[in-house]
Each structure stands twice: as C-alpha cells, then as structure tokens.
C-alpha cells in the first residue's frame, strides 16, 4: 500500500524498522514534555517473529522463551521465499531470531539485488534453482535451516518459471534434518522445522500443503495477521513503539490475546475467484498523496 510510505515524511519520527523497510504501517502517539509526538513503526516485523516464536513455544511448552530470545551466531539459517516488502519484513525478523545466512529464492536477479541493497548489513543469498541449493545447503557442514517464510502469490504454479520456484523448495524442503544438541543459551532448536506462509487467501496455500507434506511445522498467514495486530494494540495502549513493547504478551493476558486468536481463526476463509488488483494503484487521493 502507497500510504504506508507516503506517510512517514508527515510524522516527528520514524523507527528504525520503518526506516529500514521503507515502510511505516503503525503510528503511536508517544507523550512529550510539550505535548505529544507520533512515531511511524512497522509491525509487520513482529508479526513474522512473533508468531514463529510462538511456534516455538509449541513446540517446547514447559520451557520459557523470552520474546527478545534469539540464536547465537552461526547455529541457524533462514529462507524467505519472494522479492517484495513482505520479504524485507520477514529477512529483518529472521535476523532478529538470530538466523544467518539468509537464503533467498526468486525468479528475478533484480528484485533480489534491490532486496540486498536495502538489507546491506545482512547475509543474503540468492537461491535460483535446486543446484544452488544444492551447493549451499546440501553438503556436510552446510548451514541448517530452521525456519522459512513463503512470501508469493497463493496462486498454483503455471509457466516454468514459476514451476521452478516450487521445484527450488521442495529441494529445500527434502533436506534431511537431524536436530542439533540443544544449548543452555538462545533459542532451542526445532523439533520440526518451521514453515510460515504470509498469503491467507485462502489459508491453505499450495506452497504450504507442500510443506506440511514434508514435515515441516506449517503456520498460516492469518497467524502472522493476528500477531502484528496484537504487536500495534500492545504499542498503542503504552503509548511506546518499541520492539520490546509490540512483544510484550503480559500487557493484555494469555486470556484475553487467546480469545483475539481464536476469533480471527473463526472467521471464514478467503478463497480468491480471479486476479487481485491493488486498488489503491488506481485511486486518484492515493496518487495524490504519493505525488507529494
């Protein structure tokens, strides 16, 4: 959406993470000695990080994950699937869980290259078919892959291009994966690796049937949906931006965050009967907002 960058030049102050991604999708009014300030944030970070550590947790329910948790250096890797904001939004909180290298799969060197460019100070690789996998994560000593994010349209593979990209995965997905000794620091390492599809529309995406096919610990998009929602509630009532803040699960409770969980899981499934078209690209104030 235009709006999201169109807006931060208006505000007192941006966040890192905003800055970073271009991109502002929250405003928190923050009290001032004089008054007040508004600060731009992007939640859509939280979203993806919080809602693969709450994965985790799952997966290991009698042990206590702090949010700011991550993995020590050179123990994980990552893999994001696309080219766009959502892929930016899903390296940076990759990098927060502590994973590195960062591996990306795409079709267009381009969008890769400018993904690189604006997340310079990370160690992102770019994955262009089943080969490269094979030279970067099939070997004895390869990086491990904990967790991935698929960030590309739910729409079933048609030309050969995008028939490769599902091909690249599975490659990635087949890769066998024996848990590493568990370490007393960080994050623990996954019984089953974890898969989060952005798109839900519709929830059961084909990438994601072919990750659970696999075995991989499969999370919907409407999860990473409902934990950035939570992340903007939790900065709004403190009136703070922080990343510590948006994470923070004691504000509101387990009861109250379950049942916010459970209502957004309840509501019906999206499933797209044509192309989606971003309205926004044809919407005269939109325009007139980003021409400024």
């Known amino acids: 959406?235009?709006?999201?960058?169109?807006?931060?030049?208006?505000?007192?102050?941006?966040?890192?993470?905003?800055?970073?991604?271009?991109?502002?999708n929250t405003i928190v009014k923050v009290p001032t000695n004089g008054g007040y300030k508004l600060v731009g944030q992007n939640t859509d970070i939280l979203g993806i990080r919080n809602v693969l550590l709450r994965a985790l947790r799952s997966q290991f329910p009698t042990r206590i994950i702090s949010p700011?948790?991550?993995?020590?250096?050179?123990?994980?890797?990552?893999?994001?699937?696309?080219?766009?904001?959502?892929?930016r939004s899903a390296a940076h909180a990759l990098a927060l869980l502590g994973l590195s290298p960062l591996f990306l799969v795409n079709r267009d060197p381009a969008e890769v290259e400018a993904v690189q460019s604006s997340l310079s100070h990370l160690t992102i690789i770019h994955l262009k078919n089943s080969d490269d996998v094979e030279t970067y994560l099939g070997?004895?000593?390869?990086?491990?892959?904990?967790?991935?994010?698929?960030?590309?349209?739910?729409?079933?593979?048609?030309?050969?291009?995008?028939?490769g990209v599902y091909s690249t995965v599975t490659t990635i997905l087949i890769i066998p994966y024996v848990k590493p000794a568990q370490i007393d620091e960080g994050l623990p390492f996954p019984d089953k690796r974890m898969f989060l599809e952005m798109t839900y529309k519709p929830r059961s995406t084909p990438m994601l049937k072919v990750a659970l096919a696999h075995g991989w610990h499969?999370?919907?998009?409407?999860?990473?949906?409902?934990?950035?929602?939570?992340?903007?509630?939790r900065m709004w009532y403190l009136s703070d931006p922080s990343l510590r803040?948006?994470?923070?699960?004691?504000?509101?409770?387990?009861?109250?965050?379950?049942?916010?969980?459970?209502?957004?899981?309840?509501?019906?499934?999206?499933?797209?009967?044509?192309?989606?078209?971003?309205?926004?690209?044809?919407?005269?104030?939109?325009?007139?907002?980003?021409?400024?």
Do not use: W
């Open 68 to 87: 700011e948790a991550s993995y020590p250096a050179e123990t994980g890797a990552g893999v994001i699937i696309g080219g766009g904001a959502t892929t």
């Open 139 to 163: 070997q004895s000593g390869s990086p491990k892959v904990l967790m991935m994010v698929g960030a590309i349209p739910a729409t079933a593979p048609v030309t050969p291009e995008e028939r």
């Open 245 to 292: 803040a948006g994470s923070d699960r004691s504000i509101f409770g387990i009861e109250l965050e379950d049942s916010t969980r459970k209502l957004g899981e309840s509501m019906n499934d999206i499933i797209p009967t044509c192309t989606e078209v971003d309205r926004a690209l044809f919407n005269d104030d939109a325009d007139a907002l980003t021409d400024h």
């Open 218 to 233: 499969g999370i919907d998009g409407i999860q990473a949906t409902i934990e950035q929602g939570l992340a903007q509630q």
């Open 1 to 24: 959406m235009p709006i999201k960058a169109a807006v931060m030049p208006y505000l007192d102050e941006i966040s890192l993470e905003s800055r970073i991604m271009g991109a502002c």
